[in-house]
T-cell receptor
Framework: KNEVEQSPQNLTAQEGEFITINCSYS?????LHWLQQHPGGGIVSLFM???GKKKHGRLIATINIQEKHSSLHITASHPRDSAVYIC???????????FGTGTRLTIIP | NAGVTQTPKFQVLKTGQSMTLQCAQD?????MSWYRQDPGMGLRLIHY???????DQGEVPNGYNVSRSTTEDFPLRLLSAAPSQTSVYFC??????????????FGAGSRLTVL
């Protein structure tokens, strides 16, 4: 069993819809990262959070440390948001990351 | 700042050949790492380094070597390529931010095919 689980694996939505991607982890963490990977593209760090909530434009990330759960929300989704979204947990003890398998998001115009 | 630069972007090898994937960063980050990304699996750590002269194995180190002679460079060597090493490889660098957690920057990736 992967220590970091994401859901759903695939998500298709209409332009304008509110999107939620979930991430659960079983390890003790110092931070939770949300990453974005466009098809054939590199990986971009969207958020790093260790508590509470962060917002950047239409993207919002939240984390509940007690429940070991994080969510990534996209408001007013747009076709350019189509990408794979990956969560990754930073270990308390060292710099190592444990990655989820990603959520493939497709936004239809 | 160029960030993290990986070369080459694409490479085709024959089984048994050796090659080096280059990774360089200009942000003075102490921590650098190599991952491989395979379909249906999360990124998996191959090797990592917490500073010049220090390297350690990750989750899937077999068949790969690394060295870290400078802060900037962290090359990944495939000693004798095998078809199982066909993958997309990502180099990343990071530093510990004010919260104590690592702030990440990834390279653009290198797609390797071993025939």
């Amino acid at each position: 069993k992967n220590e970091v689980e994401q859901s759903p694996q695939n998500l298709t939505a209409q332009e304008g819809e509110f999107i939620t991607i979930n991430c659960s982890y079983s390890v003790g963490i110092s931070a939770l990262h949300w990453l974005q990977q466009h098809p054939g593209g590199g990986i971009v760090s969207l958020f790093m959070l260790s508590s509470g909530k962060k917002k950047h434009g239409r993207l919002i990330a939240t984390i509940n440390i007690q429940e070991k759960h994080s969510s990534l929300h996209i408001t007013a989704s747009h076709p350019r948001d189509s990408a794979v979204y990956i969560c990754a947990a930073s270990s308390h003890e060292n710099e190592k990351l444990t990655f989820g398998t990603g959520t493939r998001l497709t936004i239809i115009p | 700042n160029a960030g993290v630069t990986q070369t080459p972007k694409f490479q085709v090898l024959k089984t048994g050949q050796s090659m080096t994937l280059q990774c360089a960063q200009d942000m003075n980050h102490e921590y650098m790492s190599w991952y491989r990304q395979d379909p249906g699996m999360g990124l998996r750590l191959i090797h990592y380094s917490v500073g010049a002269g220090i390297t350690d194995q990750g989750e899937v180190p077999n068949g790969y070597n690394v060295s870290r002679s400078t802060t900037e460079d962290f090359p990944l060597r495939l000693l004798s390529a095998a078809p199982s090493q066909t993958s997309v490889y990502f180099c990343a660098s990071s530093y510990r931010g004010p919260s104590g957690a690592n702030v990440l920057t990834f390279g653009a990736g290198s797609r390797l095919t071993v025939l």
